[in-house]
């Protein structure tokens, strides 16, 4: 057996809403090597295009987002509820929701930017 680390157990009601702008909301999870979180969208809300080095896995919870992957001239990419978005590192995209959307995202690694709060183009 190896050596024990302990588990931790979190609930969502628990995590603050961080309210990034008043369209855009977010609640973190982190591990050591993986990043959750709850992303909330009022409609008509935009996440401007930017990329990371991170993967990333989206899963519609509620609602519907539109998502742009590579360029704004893109043809659109509509995901709905009980529905999944994998983009590998360094991949350009943008959202905006269709109607109010929860979605959860994750991240590997954590999101550096996330953390200490220097992701400027989403507090816009």
């Not at 609930?11 to 999870?29: A, F, M, S, T």
């Not at 591990?31 to 930017?50: D, F, N, Q, S």
């Amino acid at each position: 057996m190896g050596e024990r680390k302990d588990a931790k157990l979190v609930r969502w009601d628990d995590i603050p809403l961080e309210q990034l702008n008043d369209l855009l909301g977010r609640k973190i999870v982190t591990g050591e090597r993986v990043m959750l979180a709850h992303v909330y969208l009022k409609e008509g809300c935009i996440v401007p295009m930017h990329q990371h080095e991170n993967e990333q896995l989206t899963y519609i919870l509620e609602g519907e987002t539109r998502f742009w992957i590579g360029s704004e001239d893109s043809e659109p990419v509509s995901l709905k509820a009980g529905e999944v978005l994998v983009f590998p590192p360094d991949t350009p995209h943008k959202a905006e929701a269709v109607v109010d959307t929860v979605d959860l995202d994750v991240f590997s690694p954590p999101r550096q930017d996330w953390l200490a709060k220097t992701d400027d183009y989403l507090r816009r």
